[in-house]
């Protein structure tokens, strides 16, 4: 069954600092990767997306995205986080199969903590 | 605002009883989904629909059944609830199911229940 790993649950930094969530999956053939936010109290938002193309993906906020093929991994990187990024973030996958799409398998999350 | 509504915002009730959660996709997507986020279990895949057919289960307890309907609504029906059954039910969308340009979901606020 495919799944997804977050390896940090719960990430506390100082404003300004860098940051990378680890996101990696099991499933050995096409997928398209999604980031997701959960700001407190709030809906889930989609941060950024890969379906195919440059494995480098940017999306809203200053936030990007690296896929690597080879390991599985779908990392999420900013280099300088302000308190309002303090959420939840979600790293999803879902697996492309004869055209269509499979459902959305999701990490279990990862707290970010910006401190002031 | 993703455009996905969900009702209520809050559910309380007790065990035993019957509840159902409501879901209006955005305008002009066919597909919806249900999720149920739980602290210990994260974010689980519980039923697909799209265009008023179920086209996929991941892990819903025969208590619970959803349905959508003509206009495209959802709702979600749990039944004999447990306590462990408290949880935060998101509603996603998406256009459809074909091309990978169309499989980006959408989430709405969400409904807390609590099974007292």
């Known amino acids: 069954a495919q799944s997804v790993s977050q390896h940090n649950h719960h990430v506390i930094l100082s404003e300004a600092a860098s940051l990378e969530l680890g996101c990696n999956y099991s499933?050995?053939?096409?997928?398209?990767l999604f980031w997701y936010v959960q700001y407190p109290g709030q809906h889930l938002q989609l941060l950024l997306k890969?379906?195919?193309?440059?494995?480098l993906v940017k999306g809203i906020k200053g936030f990007e995205a690296e896929f690597i093929k080879s390991k599985f991994s779908f990392n999420l990187r900013k280099p300088s986080v302000q308190w309002s990024d303090t959420a939840e973030y979600f790293c999803a996958v879902n697996a492309v199969y004869g055209g269509s799409q499979g459902n959305l398998i999701f990490g279990k999350g990862t707290k970010l903590s910006v401190k002031p | 605002d993703s455009g996905v509504t969900q009702t209520p915002k809050h559910l309380i009730t007790a065990t035993g009883q019957r509840v159902t959660l409501r879901c209006s996709p955005r305008s002009g997507d066919l597909s919806v989904y249900w999720y149920q986020q739980s602290l210990d279990q994260g974010l689980q895949f519980l039923i697909q629909?799209?265009?008023?057919?179920?086209?996929a289960k991941g892990n819903i307890l025969e208590r619970f059944s959803a349905q959508q309907f003509p206009d495209l609504h959802s709702e979600l029906n749990l039944s004999s609830l447990e306590l462990g059954d408290s949880a935060l039910y998101f509603c996603?969308?998406?256009?459809?199911?074909?091309?990978?340009?169309?499989?980006?979901?959408?989430f709405g606020a969400g409904t807390r229940l609590s099974v007292l």
């Open positions: 629909y799209y265009n008023g057919e179920e086209r």
């Open positions: 499933y050995g053939g096409t997928v398209n």
């Open positions: 996603a969308s998406s256009v459809g199911l074909l091309g990978p340009a169309k499989n980006i979901q959408y």
């Open positions: 890969y379906f195919s193309g440059d494995p």
